[in-house]
């Protein structure tokens, strides 16, 4: 089993920075690609950023050049770098993680979920 705990959600102001960080524990052996997907009311869920245990990364249109995903495979942690927010990027942001067991198989882990509120 693999929890993922998410953190650093918060109330800012058009144009400003937040950074958000995911922390998977438990009995890891490897984790696969990282990602954070965000909800916004009444919308689905959709996938903001992905990187894969190598570095590749993949963005939403809707961020590029505005957020960043990194990782640490050492601590086993996402961070999402966002910058210059908007109004409609509030939501719920979720931290997700594809976790490789040593007997090959893949299974899918999710956080919490973490509050960004943008005000205009």
């Known amino acids: 089993q693999v929890l993922l705990v998410e953190s650093g959600g918060d109330l800012v102001q058009a144009g400003g920075s937040l950074r958000l960080s995911c922390a998977a524990s438990g009995n890891i052996f490897i984790i696969n690609d990282m990602a954070w997907y965000r909800q916004a009311p009444g919308k689905q869920r959709e996938l903001v950023a992905r990187?894969?245990?190598?570095?590749?990364?993949d963005y939403a249109d809707s961020v590029k050049g505005r957020f960043a995903i990194l990782r640490d495979n050492s601590k086993n942690t996402v961070y999402l770098q966002m910058n210059s927010l908007k109004p409609e990027d509030t939501a719920v942001y979720y931290c997700?993680?594809?976790?490789?067991?040593?007997?090959?198989?893949?299974?899918?882990?999710w956080g919490q979920g973490t509050q960004v509120t943008v005000s205009s």
């Open positions: 990187i894969t245990r190598g570095g590749s990364t």
């Open positions: 997700n993680a594809l976790h490789l067991t040593s007997s090959r198989s893949l299974s899918e882990y």
